[in-house]
């Protein structure tokens, strides 16, 4: 099993148990649109503050060699989950 398709598998299975607890779960494709909500979800400790996400989001989001995914419960981004593509 790839690790892509891993942590896809994962980020399903998180949203699914917090769905059940919470209400409804959509995942799908991160968008521009979704750069302040992802940011605020992402933890300024993280990597001793040297977190790359902020600075990349949108190119990566161009890329076709990043995919990345987001989670929403009741229309809250909850998670997201960037996957690498051999392409």
């Not at 902020?54 to 809250?76: C, D, M, W």
Request: hydrophobic share 45%.
């Amino acid at each position: 099993m790839s690790t892509a398709r891993t942590n896809f598998e994962l980020l399903l299975l998180c949203c699914y148990a917090a769905a059940e607890m919470n209400g409804d779960v959509v995942v799908r494709r991160a968008t521009v649109d979704d750069c302040d909500a992802v940011l605020n979800i992402t933890d300024d400790d993280l990597w001793d503050g040297n977190d790359y996400l902020p600075s990349l989001y949108h190119v990566f989001l161009q890329t076709k060699r990043h995919v990345f995914y987001v989670a929403e419960i009741n229309g809250r981004l909850v998670k997201i989950q960037q996957m690498c593509c051999n392409v």
